[in-house]
């Protein structure tokens, strides 16, 4: 560079000089042109120089540019790589086998063979490296990714999927155009380097140099032809891959927005839906005054509710109902085995639905391996009962605890007993009451007393029974119907018991039969022709052991006595 601005320097000082001379000495006109046209020369030489490493350097950067880090060129390398060490390979098999079919190799011969022997086996392991590029180098780069199934939208669900699927498959897309990209560079790099290289080969009339940019602009040019190729196929190729995507994309669109539709129509429904039954749960709630009655009311509108939102949701998103019916067909063997217990556990809730035999809020009795449970029924679901322990005449005669929730699967209705003290609103229940009395007390006073007192006590739960039993006679055969206090007396190892039934509030039987059990053991007291038995001895003895006196007894020997037990 240096030396350009020397040569122009020069050029310049040289017509000044010219100039000066001219104005000094116009004689010498002549000598003055010619050494104008010389030094114009000298200076259109420097610029060409200057032009030239200008366009050196450009050439150099435009090398740089379409070498740094780009894939189809060094598959293009690898390429060529490849094609050079297969005509290599074969010359060297050529020389091998020549040198093969000599009679006798001599000395240098045969270290000839050897070598190239070595060659070969170098070759071809750089060949077995490079195999990939045997056939096509650039099929892998030209091939864009899979597009798979395209998925269907069908509930909402598959929106996150089919939104995703786009989101790869633009990805796709934009790495593909990527690949597109770089290409289509690297042939207008090549162009313009070409062009950058011819316009040197111009400036430069040296035949040296001419030949090693012809040699580059040989390579440029197979290069360029190579590429324009692959450019041309992966242009028809990418096409071809868009219109399909923008096609998926169009199709998944179109889908997305009649599933979101959807989705916003059954969600205003079910808030519909909702709204009324909260509406219904409130007004059930303000006007029902029978708590049992409204508590089955809110559990049939929220079984009525799920039914329908299952049956809305099935049809909605099941396209072809009679295909899930022919595969429940053939399922239903063996559901049925899998799942005996809850087939029979929702028939039987079926059975306590439609039957009324048990119904929210009964008091029933239960028993399971010889242990009995005592309580009411708090909650029926689909699959059993719920049932809380109370204090009554079993916990107290039997469990010694009460409290307890009891869960019972539905299906015990069919294989266990279970007794229902609360059927049809009958609140009632009979209780008994048992007490003995010594053989010479007054039977008939006793039994009068019990029958007043339980009478007494039991008058309003008798009232409240016949007209219970009154209604239910259009629904049961009713053959005994007394509900009159009953009192019943017989014969006992320790005396007479009477037995005095009544009827009790189904729900508080303990309360009634303490409150009973107290006032006739306070009437019993003040009678004095009535004892109350219990188990007892009397020892009888002899008259004559009684006048001799008792004889001290031996500690070493039992007594001896003649008992006689009542």
Same mark, same amino acid.
């Given at each position: 560079?240096?030396?350009?601005?020397?040569?122009?320097?020069?050029?310049?000082?040289?017509?000044?000089?010219q100039?000066?001379?001219?104005?000094?000495?116009?004689?010498t006109?002549?000598?003055?042109?010619?050494?104008?046209?010389?030094?114009?020369?000298?200076?259109?030489e420097a610029?060409k120089?200057?032009?030239?490493?200008?366009?050196?350097?450009?050439?150099?950067?435009?090398?740089?540019d379409?070498?740094e880090?780009n894939i189809?060129?060094?598959?293009?390398?690898n390429?060529?790589?490849?094609?050079?060490?297969?005509?290599?390979?074969e010359l060297?098999e050529?020389?091998?086998k020549?040198?093969?079919?000599l009679?006798?190799l001599t000395?240098k011969?045969?270290?000839?063979?050897?070598?190239?022997?070595?060659?070969? &086996?170098t070759?071809?392991?750089?060949?077995?490296?490079?195999k990939?590029y045997?056939?096509d180098?650039?099929?892998k780069?030209?091939?864009?990714?899979?597009?798979?199934?395209?998925?269907?939208?069908? @509930?909402?669900?598959?929106?996150?999927?089919?939104?995703?699927?786009?989101?790869?498959?633009?990805s796709?897309?934009?790495e593909?155009?990527e690949?597109?990209?770089?290409?289509?560079?690297?042939?207008?790099?090549?162009?313009?380097?070409?062009q950058?290289?011819? &316009?040197?080969?111009?400036?430069?009339?040296? @035949?040296?140099?001419l @030949?090693?940019?012809?040699?580059?602009?040989n390579?440029?040019?197979r290069?360029?032809?190579?590429?324009?190729?692959?450019?041309?196929?992966?242009k028809?190729?990418?096409?071809?891959?868009?219109?399909?995507?923008?096609?998926?994309?169009?199709?998944l669109?179109?889908?997305?927005?009649?599933?979101?539709?959807?989705?916003?129509t059954?969600?205003?429904?079910?808030?519909?839906?909702?709204i009324?039954?909260?509406?219904?749960?409130?007004?059930?709630r303000?006007?029902?005054?029978?708590d049992?009655?409204?508590?089955?009311?809110?559990?049939?509108l929220n079984?009525?509710?799920?039914?329908v939102?299952?049956?809305?949701?099935?049809?909605?998103?099941?396209e072809?109902?009679?295909?899930l019916?022919?595969?429940?067909?053939?399922?239903?063997?063996?559901?049925a085995?899998?799942?005996?217990?809850?087939?029979?556990?929702?028939?039987g809730?079926?059975?306590l639905?439609?039957?009324?035999?048990?119904?929210?809020?009964?008091?029933? &009795?239960?028993?399971?391996?010889?242990?009995?449970?005592v309580?009411?029924?708090?909650d029926?679901?689909?699959?059993r009962?719920?049932?809380?322990e109370?204090?009554?005449?079993?916990?107290?005669m039997?469990?010694r605890?009460?409290?307890?929730f009891?869960?019972?699967p539905?299906?015990?209705?069919?294989?266990?007993?279970?007794?229902?003290?609360?059927?049809?609103?009958?609140?009632?229940v009979?209780?008994?009451?048992?007490?003995?009395?010594?053989?010479?007390?007054?039977?008939?006073?006793?039994?009068?007393?019990?029958?007043?007192?339980?009478?007494?006590?039991?008058?309003?739960?008798?009232?409240?029974?016949?007209?219970?039993?009154?209604?239910l006679?259009?629904?049961?055969?009713?053959?005994?119907?007394?509900?009159e206090?009953?009192?019943?007396?017989?014969?006992?190892?320790?005396?007479?018991?009477i037995s005095s039934w009544?009827?009790?509030?189904s729900?508080?039987?303990?309360?009634l039969?303490?409150?009973?059990?107290?006032e006739?053991m306070e009437?019993?007291?003040?009678?004095?022709?009535i004892?109350?038995?219990?188990?007892?001895?009397s020892?009888?003895?002899?008259?004559?052991?009684?006048?001799a006196?008792?004889?001290?007894l031996?500690?070493?020997?039992?007594?001896?006595?003649?008992?006689?037990?009542?």
């Amino acid at each position: 560079m240096k030396r350009v601005f020397t040569i122009i320097t020069f050029a310049t000082l040289c017509l000044y000089a010219q100039n000066s001379s001219v104005v000094l000495e116009s004689n010498t006109t002549t000598l003055a042109h010619e050494i104008a046209q010389k030094r114009m020369t000298q200076i259109q030489e420097a610029q060409k120089i200057i032009e030239k490493e200008e366009l050196i350097k450009e050439k150099n950067k435009l090398d740089e540019d379409i070498n740094e880090n780009n894939i189809w060129l060094k598959i293009y390398s690898n390429y060529r790589t490849y094609e050079k060490l297969i005509a290599q390979n074969e010359l060297i098999e050529k020389d091998i086998k020549r040198l093969e079919n000599l009679k006798s190799l001599t000395n240098k011969q045969e270290k000839q063979l050897q070598d190239l022997q070595n060659e070969q &086996r170098t070759v071809s392991g750089k060949l077995q490296l490079l195999k990939e590029y045997d056939k096509d180098p650039f099929e892998k780069i030209l091939k864009h990714n899979d597009i798979g199934e395209t998925p269907s939208v069908g @509930n909402p669900i598959a929106i996150l999927n089919a939104i995703s699927y786009q989101k790869t498959l633009n990805s796709d897309r934009k790495e593909y155009q990527e690949r597109y990209d770089s290409l289509e560079h690297i042939v207008n790099k090549i162009k313009e380097e070409m062009q950058v290289l011819q &316009r040197i080969m111009e400036l430069d009339d040296s @035949n040296q140099s001419l @030949n090693t940019y012809h040699n580059q602009l040989n390579g440029l040019q197979r290069k360029l032809t190579t590429f324009e190729e692959l450019l041309e196929i992966f242009k028809t190729t990418k096409n071809v891959y868009e219109k399909k995507i923008e096609e998926i994309n169009l199709k998944l669109n179109s889908e997305i927005k009649r599933e979101i539709q959807k989705t916003l129509t059954l969600l205003m429904a079910i808030f519909f839906f909702m709204i009324v039954l909260v509406i219904l749960k409130l007004l059930t709630r303000r006007y029902m005054l029978d708590d049992d009655r409204a508590y089955r009311i809110n559990k049939a509108l929220n079984m009525l509710f799920f039914t329908v939102l299952i049956l809305v949701l099935l049809f909605s998103y099941i396209e072809n109902v009679s295909y899930l019916v022919t595969v429940l067909s053939f399922a239903s063997a063996g559901i049925a085995i899998a799942m005996k217990d809850w087939f029979m556990n929702m028939l039987g809730w079926f059975v306590l639905v439609t039957s009324d035999s048990i119904r929210i809020g009964d008091r029933v &009795r239960f028993d399971r391996n010889g242990v009995v449970y005592v309580g009411d029924i708090v909650d029926i679901s689909l699959l059993r009962m719920t049932m809380q322990e109370d204090v009554t005449l079993t916990t107290y005669m039997e469990n010694r605890r009460a409290g307890r929730f009891v869960f019972i699967p539905n299906n015990y209705i069919f294989t266990e007993m279970i007794s229902n003290y609360s059927h049809s609103g009958l609140k009632t229940v009979w209780d008994g009451i048992d007490f003995i009395i010594t053989f010479d007390s007054d039977e008939k006073r006793a039994m009068s007393i019990a029958k007043e007192v339980t009478k007494k006590y039991s008058k309003g739960y008798t009232d409240i029974t016949r007209k219970q039993l009154n209604a239910l006679r259009s629904e049961y055969s009713l053959k005994n119907t007394n509900v009159e206090p009953r009192i019943f007396a017989f014969f006992d190892t320790y005396g007479i018991k009477i037995s005095s039934w009544y009827l009790t509030n189904s729900f508080a039987t303990l309360k009634l039969r303490s409150t009973i059990s107290m006032e006739i053991m306070e009437q019993i007291k003040k009678e004095p022709n009535i004892s109350l038995a219990y188990p007892a001895q009397s020892i009888f003895i002899d008259k004559n052991v009684r006048q001799a006196g008792c004889k001290p007894l031996d500690s070493n020997q039992p007594p001896k006595a003649s008992n006689n037990e009542q």
